[in-house]
């Protein structure tokens, strides 16, 4: 029967649970010489040994145990060589004990080998698998078990558990003895709950109270409804990055003398809590004094950079606008032809006004080219798709800003779970290698979403995504869409270097069907392709090109339609060519709260098919932030559409209300048929949105801000054919408020609106939401 033995860190294991003395007592028949005795082993004194007799040997032969004697027969053993002897043995990590002794002339080697491990096993792991768990430990089966391993890989798994937040946790190892010297190894876990953070505390805080700053740092409190996160439990490395997300909240602030004091993590008895105490000192609040430039590169005029400056005097003193400052002054001298450039902002303090002078240096810098990219990690990744995001390349002079804009455009690829760019020293002084290690991650997409919206009831879609085709940065995705008013069937793939040039090319195939029966008593569908060439100018400013090539019908005309609607049933052909330009200065195109977006798009039909007109549309979005919960934003659409020689198809107008106009319906402005009530769209439109979105008092982790807005608009443009069609060019007005919620299941938004202007026939709405998700 296999006998089970726990591995205690306290209580020493013997010959069953292979634990040996490291040096025991001297054997009987060797005396430890006395200190200065006569330890040469030529000593005539001491008899030969006559052989090496091993005993206890099962796997391992025994003149590998010879092997790592120092006597062979023949030798005069001294006894202080016993316990070298010993220790070498030890040392292989194979034995469990080892005794020496002497027989007459032979000498007498026992020894208990360390078992094999058969087996290792995992009990009472639940939160962490034991793939993971096998991964982290270093014993494996056909290793030989020594216990000092196994209490390494206990603290291995123990650490495991607490960078996952349960300080809590317990691991008792437990061996199974088996026959032939072989065991197996059961690590049984007792995880314990997850170490929450019982309170967060501030000291020397006078500027900002402890809720504002429990807003900066990442960890917070354990609290009911942050189950969904592991922000409230304490993690040594996110506690050490709050002490610098203290320091740039201060300095952005004026601070310019903060210091993080300690950051202390204090455990409660029972383990299962955690008391952190900040201790900071604020220092003086400090404004921009005055902001010069100065050259050290004689063919370099400092006064063309001082429009560079962002910040002016009186402004409270920030680190952003300096960096900012330096990095616009270093590309512009590097424009000027000066590969070897170095930009150092001094900052003077004057602490009795209060101000920080700052001259901004502009030297030379050392002569580096980059000899070597070194591209690592990177599996399924072509290294070109790596190599063609670089603004430097090999030969080129070291320029820190491309550098910087390298790294960026890397990662921005989405392809990678983790970037890392840096420089190393060269083969000689005026070289660097630049090595960048990447770590993958998946890169194909499968999203099933659901929701409901008041504009086309409730919503589904599933789609398909990989957006790293065979490693070579191609995307190919597949979607389709149901809701109560739309179908649509989508396959799009983009090449974004076509013929290794930055030129993005791509194809669309798409089918879409509407109903439209509620609105304008039709349906339609649409059916086609596009192609499209695309390319950036500069890092803001890209173009597309495209031509499209569809098939529309507009069908299921009801007979009371408006007799406009009823002269566009059948079925036509659209050929046309687009472009759009667009200038995107914005610091997160998914959630903006500074910087602009402006686009132009121009779309001429004719070339082919059976339609012939002209658009034009401007859109753009402007976002400033108050503070970093208080964004205030500003967004618009100009466009117009004209027939040429021929009348421009209900299909291709523009409609307004709903989402682009809160308080009317969708579709519920602009042109109508005043029997029928249709909606028939307009050739010019303008909209515009001011919108101003805070906090509403509730913890980050609610996901919950809320919104004030205003919204106007107009739409017209409608040919009078005899029916009597209500058409008025006059601008709509709305205001309201609403509400949004990232919730786990998806974003949702609730608005109310309250049109202030309007005309008699236009179709209000005062409630809105949109609710959607994708898994």
């Known amino acids: 029967m296999a006998a089970i033995v726990a591995v205690s860190s306290l209580t020493p294991l013997h010959a069953q649970t292979f634990v040996p003395t490291l040096v025991p007592p001297a054997p009987a028949g060797i005396n430890t010489p006395r200190s200065g005795a006569n330890t040469d082993t030529s000593d005539t004194s001491i008899p030969a040994i006559s052989e090496i007799i091993i005993e206890g040997t099962q796997r391992i032969e025994p003149n590998t145990v010879r092997s790592y004697m120092r006597v062979k027969p023949g030798d005069r053993m001294a006894p202080e060589l016993v316990n070298d002897m010993l220790k070498a043995l030890f040392a292989t990590g194979l034995f469990a004990d080892v005794t020496i002794r002497r027989e007459g002339t032979a000498l007498i080697v026992r020894i208990v080998e360390n078992p094999i491990i058969n087996r290792i096993a995992f009990e009472g792991n639940k939160r962490i698998k034991d793939e993971v768990l096998q991964s982290e430990v270093q014993l494996r089966p056909r290793i030989v078990y020594t216990r000092t391993r196994v209490q390494s ?3 291995r798994i123990l650490d495991l558990y607490r960078r996952g937040g349960r300080f809590a946790a317990n691991v008792e190892p437990k061996v199974i003895q088996l026959e032939q ?6 690590f049984e876990i007792v995880e314990g709950p997850e170490t929450g953070i019982n309170s967060i505390s501030f000291i020397g805080n006078r500027r900002f109270s402890d809720r504002a700053l429990k807003s900066v740092i990442l960890t917070k409190e354990s609290r009911w409804y942050r189950f969904f996160g592991s922000s409230d439990h304490y993690d040594p490395d996110r506690l050490t990055f709050d002490r610098e997300l203290l320091r740039r909240h201060y300095l952005k602030r004026g601070y310019a003398d903060f210091r993080v004091l300690s950051a202390v993590a204090e455990l409660t008895q029972n383990r299962q809590e ?6 900071i000192e604020e220092g003086e609040r400090y404004k921009f004094g005055s902001a010069d430039v100065v050259s050290k590169i004689a063919e370099v005029e400092a006064e063309q950079f001082v429009d560079l400056i962002e910040m002016d005097s009186g402004d409270w003193y920030d680190t952003e606008p300096v960096d900012d400052t330096a990095l616009a002054i270093t590309d512009a001298v590097g424009n000027l032809g000066y590969g070897f450039v170095d930009v150092r902002p001094k900052p003077k303090k004057n602490r009795e006004d209060r101000l920080i002078n700052l001259v901004f240096e502009i030297e030379e810098a050392p002569r580096v080219f980059v000899e070597k990219i070194d591209i690592r990690g990177n599996v399924r990744t072509l290294d070109k798709v790596i190599r063609r995001e670089f603004r430097l390349v090999e030969g080129d002079a070291f320029n820190a800003s491309k550098f910087r804009r390298s790294r960026d455009r890397i990662r921005n690829l989405g ?4 970037v890392d760019i840096n420089t190393v020293a060269g083969t000689s002084p005026d070289k660097t290698v630049v090595e960048v290690d990447v770590e993958e991650q998946s890169t194909g997409e499968l999203s099933i979403g659901g929701g409901f919206s008041t504009t086309v009831g409730p919503i589904a879609d599933i789609s398909i995504r990989e957006r790293n085709l065979l490693g ?7 979607s389709f869409q149901i809701s109560g008013a739309t179908q649509e069937f989508d396959i799009s793939f983009t090449e974004p270097y076509f013929l290794e040039r930055q030129l993005s090319t791509g194809i669309d195939l798409f089918h879409v069907s509407e109903d439209n029966l509620e ?17 950036e100018i500069n890092e803001l400013l890209s173009q597309e090109v495209r031509y499209s090539f569809r098939r529309e019908a507009v069908e299921d005309v009801k007979d009371e339609a408006s007799q406009f609607i009823k002269s566009q049933a059948g079925t036509f052909f659209t050929s046309l060519v687009g472009q759009t330009l667009i200038h995107d200065a914005r610091n997160n195109r998914a959630d903006p709260t500074e910087g602009y977006f402006i686009s132009l798009s121009n779309v001429l039909a004719g070339f082919g098919g059976t339609e012939h007109y002209l658009s034009s549309k401007i859109d753009g979005s402007y976002y400033y932030s108050f503070t970093d919960d208080i964004i205030a934003g500003l967004t618009g659409e100009l466009g117009h559409i004209f027939g040429i020689g021929d009348e421009v198809r209900i299909n291709d107008r523009y409609f307004l209300g709903g989402d682009n106009l809160r308080g009317f319906e969708s579709r519920g402005v602009g042109p109508r048929d005043s029997v029928t009530d249709d909606a028939l769209g307009g050739k010019s439109l303008f909209a515009a949105t001011a919108e101003l979105s805070f906090p509403v008092g509730l913890p980050k982790e609610f996901g919950l801000t809320g919104a004030v807005f205003s919204d106007i608009g107009m739409l017209t443009g409608a040919e009078d054919d005899g029916s009597q069609i209500l058409d008025e060019a006059s601008i709509r007005a709305s205001v309201g408020f609403g509400v949004a919620w990232r919730s786990p299941a998806g974003p949702f938004r609730v608005d109310f609106a309250l049109p202030l202007v309007k005309e008699v026939f236009d179709n209000t709405e005062v409630f809105r939401f949109n609710f959607g998700t994708r898994f």
């Open 153 to 155: 890989d206990v603290k």
């Open 181 to 186: 010297n072989r065991v197996d190894l059961v």
């Open 274 to 279: 955690f008391f952190v105490t900040v201790t």
């Open 415 to 418: 392809f990678f779970r983790k």
């Open 472 to 478: 070579k940065g191609q995307s190919l995705s597949a």
């Open 519 to 535: 609105d304008s008593s039709f349906k339609s569908k649409r059916a086609g392709l596009a192609l499209r060439v695309g390319y």
